[in-house]
């Protein structure tokens, strides 16, 4: 069983449909004991980095997430600013990151945007895979829909896993072990969300 973590952020209830859709017994859940038991883990994240961070951190499963993901190595996937959430920190905020996977999230660059690009993006986009992710596998031409103003920025480029374009290349997907992160929104991604959802699922 796969926990959606509930902190009172978001867009759990469309990820749950959609792991629903593909077969995946899930719970949208904020209790430790559903949490110590679960199979994997989905971290949503929609709005402010600040206020999204604080949210986790008041939850009551905050030191159990913590002990799932490095004593346990259970697999989890950040969705968006639940991607985000997964570095040190967001010039969005001052709040710190988890700090799982070095680097920082920043503002897209107004200046290295063409003229007619505008922020937040916010649209279909195609995404590279870099080829170390089991996430793609069987996607024919991926592509995912993103709602973002600001973008992942790793210190180590191997924890990239695919890279988008808007105006200039930028992660659209991140590893280190067990700990994923995606900055599109695959649950609004129809058969490319869905497929990403089931190799989540299926091959990890």
């Known amino acids: 069983m796969i926990a959606v973590l509930d902190y009172g952020i978001g867009n759990v209830s469309s990820i749950s449909n959609m792991l629903k859709k593909i077969g995946a017994a899930n719970s949208i859940t904020a209790n430790p004991e ?13 709005g402010h980095f ?15 997430l913590q002990k799932r993901v490095f004593n346990d190595k259970i697999q989890i996937l950040g969705v968006c ?35 007619n690009f505008r922020i937040p993006h916010m649209d279909w986009t195609d995404v590279k895979p870099t080829g170390n ?19 992942l920025q790793c210190n180590n480029l191997n924890n990239i896993t695919a890279t988008a374009n808007y105006g200039y290349e930028f992660p659209a997907s991140i590893i280190r072990d067990n ?26």
């Not at 110590?36 to 949503?44: D, Y």
């Not at 709040?95 to 945007?113: P, Y």
């Not at 700990?179 to 299926?202: A, C, D, R, T, W």
């Open 81 to 115: 600013v639940g991607c985000q959430m997964l570095m040190e920190k967001s010039e969005e905020g001052s709040e710190k990151g988890l700090g799982w996977i070095d680097g920082e999230v920043v503002k897209f660059d107004q200046k290295r945007l063409p003229a």
């Open 50 to 64: 600040d206020y999204c961070m604080k949210q986790l951190r008041n939850a009551p499963f905050f030191d159990l």
């Open 179 to 204: 700990i994923m992160g995606v900055q599109f929104h695959p649950e609004k991604s129809h058969k490319y969300g869905m497929n990403l959802y089931n190799n989540f699922v299926n091959n990890f």
């Open 133 to 151: 992710s089991p996430l793609y596998d069987n996607i024919e031409e991926p592509r995912f829909y993103f709602v973002h103003s600001y973008h």
């Open 34 to 46: 559903v949490i110590k038991n679960a199979s994997k883990l989905i971290l949503p994240g929609v």
